[in-house]
């Protein structure tokens, strides 16, 4: 089964104090790990899409990593605008029926990132 | 393009009241999920839709049904609803190969 762990649950922050967010995962093959941001009230937002060891990707302020294991999200002089719920999933290979793959995400549990002027 | 859209945006019910949630995406995507997010629990799925005129079982299918209408609808209907299905519902959908993308949710309360 596959299954995802995102720590810390909850990360306090200064503005301009950079830290990172852990994803550990364990799936049966790596289609793709994905990152989304959610803020208070709303659907997840789209970050990032990591499909191999050793891939890196950015955005603004944010840098995602991925090793066969887990994946970081990196924060980099963090601002207030930056607070959100960040969630890691991951798609696992196969999937497919009659050559269609649905995409099946396995989503962690979230950190809460705040971010203090 | 408003991308996926959800009505309605809350809902309280009474317990063995039923509704239909709605989804609805102007992406021209094949695949169309629901999920429902609880505090603790993170992001966990209903049932999706693969392609225009299937569904499939997620991990959490009790209780819920669902309706690939055309290409661009997919509502949830909850025939007779209990306190445990208080949550917040997201529809998502995607392309294949592609990411998904989520709708902004349906918050539902059961009394």
């Known amino acids: 089964e596959d299954q995802v762990t995102q720590s810390p649950e909850a990360l306090r922050l200064q503005e301009g104090e950079s830290s990172s967010l852990n994803c550990s995962y364990t799936?049966?093959?790596?289609?793709?790990l994905f990152w989304y941001r959610q803020d208070p009230g709303k659907g997840p937002e789209f970050l990032f899409t990591?499909?191999?060891a050793g891939e890196e990707k950015e955005k603004e302020r944010l840098k995602a990593t991925l090793t066969k294991k887990e994946s970081f999200l990196h924060i980099t002089a963090p601002k207030p605008e930056d607070s959100a719920t960040y969630l890691c999933?991951?798609?696992?290979?196969?999937?497919?029926?009659?050559?269609?793959?649905?995409?099946?995400?396995?989503f962690g549990q979230g950190t809460i990132l705040t971010v203090h002027p | 393009n408003a991308g996926v859209t959800q009505t309605p945006k809350f809902q309280v019910l009474k317990t063995g009241q039923s509704m239909t949630l709605q989804c609805a995406q102007d992406?021209?995507?094949?695949?169309m999920y629901w999920y429902r997010q609880d505090p603790g629990m993170g992001l966990r799925l209903i049932y999706y839709?693969?392609?225009?005129?299937?569904?499939d079982k997620g991990e959490v299918p009790n209780g819920y049904n669902v309706s690939r209408l055309n290409k661009r609808e997919f509502s949830l209907r909850l025939e007779s609803a209990a306190p445990s299905q208080t949550s917040v519902y997201f529809c998502?959908?995607?392309?294949?190969?592609?990411?998904?993308?989520f709708g902004p949710g349906t918050r539902l309360l059961v009394l």
């Open positions: 799936v049966s093959g790596l289609r793709g």
């Open positions: 839709s693969a392609s225009e005129g299937t569904t």
């Open positions: 999933a991951v798609q696992a290979a196969g999937g497919n029926a009659g050559g269609t793959s649905y995409g099946k995400l396995t």
């Open positions: 990591l499909y191999s």
């Open positions: 992406m021209n995507h094949n695949s």
């Open positions: 998502a959908s995607r392309q294949f190969g592609e990411t998904q993308y």
